[in-house]
């Protein structure tokens, strides 16, 4: 499904205070920034690491008024269920409203790959 009715894309990784953990989620948003440029997508972190959700939301333009979080984890957990929630809750505003969208994890393409990979360290093409 697409969401053509936001303006900006949030990339929400956990975080950690491994710089090298950091990378795979930094060259994602590179592509994303390649095909959609900075004024409609930026990455966050939940925790441990800069920036964060806060950080990302103070600072987007003020004509930007529907943002869309996309948990960069596998699945919804406790912080899915509950911190992330809360967050977004302390951030919005009447003048910005922000969805959280499900976690990549539940994406069936992204189901798909992960189903591929397994195939192909068991030898078998998928």
């Known amino acids: 499904?697409?969401?053509?009715?936001?303006?900006?894309?949030?990339?929400?990784?956990?975080?950690?205070?491994?710089?090298?953990?950091?990378?795979p989620f930094e060259a994602l948003y590179e592509q994303a920034v390649e095909f959609y440029g900075t004024e409609h997508s930026?990455?966050?972190?939940?925790?441990?690491?800069?920036?964060?959700?806060?950080?990302?939301v103070g600072q987007l333009d003020e004509k930007i008024k529907t943002v869309a979080v996309l948990p960069l984890f596998f699945?919804?957990?406790r912080h899915l269920r509950h911190d992330v929630p809360a967050q977004i809750a302390a951030l919005q505003t009447e003048q910005l409203r922000i969805d959280l969208l499900p976690p990549i994890g539940d994406d069936e393409l992204v189901k798909q790959a992960m189903y591929t990979v397994i195939a192909r360290h068991l030898g078998r093409e998928e």
Request: aromatic residues 8%.
């Open 1 to 23: 499904m697409l969401h053509n009715e936001y303006d900006h894309i949030i990339l929400l990784a956990h975080g950690s205070p491994d710089p090298l953990w950091k990378k």
């Open 42 to 56: 930026s990455l966050a972190f939940m925790e441990l690491t800069t920036p964060t959700l806060e950080d990302v």
């Open 75 to 77: 699945a919804v957990g």
